[in-house]
């Protein structure tokens, strides 16, 4: 079965700090996809990215990070610097490599206060 | 790049009504669209698997006389929820996977339904 746990249900930051939020994943598939989606208060999903299980290299996009680690099953997501504009709800989703269906998370709402 | 459309954005209806919600993928054809439902601080669970020229297939614990889906065309699938009820009112997304060189899910910007 496929499970995909974030633990922090709510953050709250002060503007310009750093901020990382957690992501573990359950899967018995060798092939699967992570992804994270950023959800702002309009209600549309917004896709930040997707890594396969096959590419445990790190990623970074501006202020964003993402740290990949099979050995810990974890897909965390930092922000550095963070901003008022990144307040909004972040969801964690797995696809395992057969399926086209998407796993979420419970998500993480984020609050960066200025 | 491709984008995935709802209509309508918001509704209200009385209860014991039909509402129906449209999706559609606005620059790609796709054989399958999916239906998520979130309601308020919570995450997106899948309802059902909207299937192109064939009956769609549903999760667990959702009811598919009470939420009838219909993937007409390879653009268009619609969720309509049938007698509608104040529990039902929620937030309905629908997504869209576009295949290619990099598969790759795009989602509508949700349909906010109140049931009152």
């Known amino acids: ?114 | 790049g491709a984008v995935v459309s709802q209509h309508p954005s918001w509704v209200i209806c009385k209860s014991g009504t039909s509402v129906k919600i449209e999706c559609r993928s606005l620059d790609f054809q796709a054989t399958t669209m999916f239906w998520y439902r979130q309601f308020p601080k919570q995450s997106l669970m899948l309802m059902a698997t909207s299937n192109e020229g064939s009956k769609a297939t549903y999760e667990q614990g959702v009811e598919k006389d009470k939420f009838l889906i219909n993937h007409a065309s390879l653009t268009l699938s619609t969720l309509t929820v049938t007698s509608a009820h104040p529990e039902d009112s929620s937030f309905y997304i629908c997504s869209a996977p576009k295949t290619g060189k990099i598969y790759e899910q795009y989602f509508g910007p949700g349909t906010r339904l109140t049931v009152t």
């Open chain 1, 1 to 114: 079965a496929q499970k995909v746990t974030q633990a922090q249900t709510e953050i709250s930051v002060v503007e310009k700090e750093d901020v990382t939020l957690d992501c573990v994943y359950e899967t018995r598939d060798t092939t699967y996809y992570l992804f994270w989606y950023k959800q702002p208060p309009s209600g549309e999903l917004v896709f930040l990215i997707r890594r396969n299980s096959f590419d445990e290299q790190n990623e970074i996009s501006g202020r964003y990070s993402w740290n990949f680690q099979k050995s810990t099953s974890s897909f965390n997501f930092t922000i550095t610097a963070s901003q008022v504009v990144d307040s909004a709800v972040y969801f964690c989703a797995l696809r395992q490599g057969g399926s086209e269906k998407l796993v979420f998370g419970k998500g993480t709402k984020l609050t960066v206060n200025p």
